[in-house]
């Protein structure tokens, strides 16, 4: 990594600097908090690490956040895992959600929008009315403070509502999308123990209706703690015998009760990819989620009562609870329903002009899908409303920075995110106030201790290490289900550092303070002691036009060596001959590392993804390694569990 300065990208004008919900944050906590009024986001951010407790204070105060019991202290406990927030409190998220129905009874708390592209508004006066019914409704079903509530639901307005009402009661909301099978829906929900089932009868996705009515039929019968399944006609069935009717539970006029829980009351539970294993059952809390994402949207990402969100995303990636977050501050979120590229690839440009959004965020697989696609969003489509693309997922190579310049606006502010379903939040990404450095995620998130550590814990800069977080975040795990004695949690992130959160990813903290992450750490591809995130030959290998996708894994063996092949799919009509392979290893030799050219190039028939969308490098490892398909991976958790085949034949093939 190199400690020269480039010129940014972008840089965002004085008057953008001055409008900015953080600057006016920033100059009201000096007032009132003793933060640094000078000296910009770098002492803002020193401020927030170094005086933690007042820092978070300060931002419960400047969103005005209400709570129904004070609290005794801001932090009762701060050693992780186990840090104790805003002990004595009491509040309630779905209040804050709906807080904008109150000045904004008109205006559009949603908009959706489904693979027609037409969208349909739902007002906040509406949204409101609707969540008080049916969580009237759901406490005549006997649902109580604790108990849990599941969603089969599509990005569909009917999920949001759902999860609203469920919060507004104190019961704890969980969700998968319906492209999930059963067994997977399974893996997650017979965890929690669900009492409620919120289902549709099926979804719409690339132009065609899929039935989802026998998937649910098998829930309701491996669901024993089931009181009570509410059916969403979504593509217009009846209801199935005992299923409540969606419309009926949500027609009253009735104001919603909000029930006020402790601060670290369960709100959701969110689920690992489960790759190994039955997936990890996150359980995040009201008020840690409520303060996190409050500070997280309304600060980092500059959102209020004018701003249009849209992000790309299904009701099983922590992105659709971050996007329901939206309505905290009183911003209109857009929710899609279908394909993200449907019928072409540069759809989500057109759902983004059709709705005004003003942050639009996808995935860094999309982008570079346009950009191999030859997608002109700027010439195709209205976009001057977005003045923010935001990109998670996976990280964004230095390409895809200079495609959203030339072909969306050389005057855009582009966020490339990094953060993990673990804390439903962001370490380290968007800053509205800072410049934009290609391949370079802006800085670490306020509050949040981001830093690169080497293997024997010291911090390094400008160079790569681990992502630690040495303070608590308030929306770290409270705990995950079915973990009594919390070992699950202890040994998911704090076994290698005790006492500092430990990611798993490899990330290289710059010297100018903003971050490089390079792909996870438990996939390094680590040659003669130099390592290299997957990403980064994901990004080289996959300019290649005959390259659709790549995996890339590094193999320790029984006898000391290190076997590193390469997997390429490649694109329809191209073929793995000598010319292509001496491209491939030239392009890793001379644009990444010699010692990183791979040992073999494989031509696959797919690259295998968890459900969420990511590669599965570390079960294909495992597979590589011996380890039987039954072990290496859990099924329900894979896209495609034929391609995995494939690495489990070629093990044994090779012996």
């Known amino acids: 990594m190199s400690t020269v300065n480039p010129s940014p990208l972008w840089q965002p004008t004085p008057e ?23 000296g910009g986001y770098a002492a803002l951010h020193r401020w927030s690490v170094d005086e933690l407790d007042t820092f978070w204070k300060a931002v419960t105060e400047w969103f005005d956040v209400r709570f129904s019991t004070p609290y005794a202290r801001v932090l009762g406990d701060r050693s992780m895992p186990g840090a104790e927030w805003f002990p004595g409190a009491t509040l309630n998220y779905a209040e804050h959600a709906l807080r ?55 990005n569909v307005p009917q999920a949001v509502i759902a999860l609203l009402a469920t919060a507004a009661v104190g019961a704890v909301w969980t969700s998968c999308a319906p492209d999930f099978g059963a067994r997977s829906v399974l893996d997650r929900f ?85 790759t190994t294993g039955l997936p990890k059952a996150i359980v995040q809390s009201q008020g840690g989620i409520l303060v996190e994402h409050l500070k997280q949207l309304g600060l980092h990402c500059d959102l209020g009562t004018e701003d249009r969100f849209f992000w790309y995303t299904s009701t099983g990636w922590m992105m659709w609870n971050f996007l329901v977050s939206g ?165 998911s992130y704090f076994d290698t550092y005790p006492g500092v959160w430990r990611h798993g990813d490899w990330i290289t903290v710059t010297s100018r303070d903003s971050v490089v992450i390079h792909g996870r750490s438990d996939s390094t591809l680590n040659r003669q002691g130099v390592r290299m995130g997957s990403a980064d030959i994901y990004e080289a290998v996959e300019r290649l036009p005959e390259i659709k996708e790549s995996l890339v894994i590094g193999v320790e063996q029984p006898d000391g060596g290190y076997w590193m092949p390469l997997f390429v799919h490649l694109a329809p009509g191209a073929e793995l001959d000598e010319a292509l392979l ?26 295998p993804h968890t459900l969420t969308g990511k590669r599965i490098e570390v079960p294909v490892k495992r597979l590589l390694q011996g380890t039987p398909l039954d072990k290496a991976v859990n099924a329900g958790s894979v896209d495609d569990v034929e391609l995995l085949k494939f690495y489990e034949r070629l093990a044994r093939e090779r012996g």
Request: one cysteine or more; a negative charge; charged letters at 20%.
């Open 327 to 491: 309505l905290l501050t009183g911003t209109t979120i857009v929710l899609y329903d279908g394909s993200p590229g449907h019928p072409d690839t540069g759809a989500q440009w057109r759902i983004a002009e059709r709705t005004g959004a003003t942050l639009f965020g996808t995935s860094a697989a999309y982008v570079m899908a346009c950009r191999k696609a030859d997608v002109h969003p700027s010439r195709d489509a209205d976009l001057t409303r977005v003045r923010c693309v935001a990109t998670t997922g996976s990280p964004l190579p230095p390409d895809g920075f200079r495609w959203l310049h030339d072909e969306v606006s050389e005057d855009l502010w582009i966020a490339s995110v990094s953060g993990g379903t673990d804390v439903c939040s962001c370490f380290a990404g968007a800053v509205p106030t800072l410049p934009v450095y290609i391949g370079e995620l802006q800085a670490a998130g306020l509050g949040t201790d981001l830093q690169s550590w080497d293997a024997s814990g010291r911090p390094v800069i400008d160079e790569v290490g681990e992502l630690v977080v040495t303070n608590p975040m308030p929306s770290m795990p409270v705990r995950f289900w079915n973990d009594p004695d919390g070992s699950r949690y202890h040994d």
């Open 100 to 154: 904008a129905a109150g000045t904004r009874a008109d205006a559009p708390a949603l908009l959706y929008v489904d693979e027609t592209h037409e969208p349909t508004p739902v007002s906040w006066s509406e949204l409101r009315r609707q969540v008080g019914s049916l969580a009237a409704e759901l406490r005549a079903l006997g649902v109580r403070p604790g108990d849990r509530v599941s969603g089969y639901l599509p």
């Open 582 to 607: 001496d491209r491939i290893k030239r392009t890793i030799r001379e644009q990444l590392s010699p010692r990183h050219v791979p040992d073999e190039v494989i031509e696959v028939p797919g690259v």
């Open 190 to 274: 017979q965890q929690v123990e669900p009492v409620v089932l919120f289902t549709v009868d099926g979804y719409r996705y690339g132009g065609k209706e899929h039935d989802r009515r026998d998937v649910v039929a098998q829930l309701r019968g491996e669901l024993p703690s089931l009181r009570a399944v509410v059916h969403i006609p979504l593509l217009g069935t009846e209801a199935p015998e005992g299923a409540l009717d969606w419309s009926t539970l949500t027609s009253a006029d009735v104001d919603p009760v909000f029930e006020p829980v402790p601060f670290d009351h369960p709100l959701w539970v969110l689920y690992s990819s489960g």
């Open 16 to 38: 953008r600097i001055a409008h900015a919900r953080i600057t006016k944050f920033q100059a009201w906590a000096a007032e009132h908090h003793g933060a640094p009024a000078h």
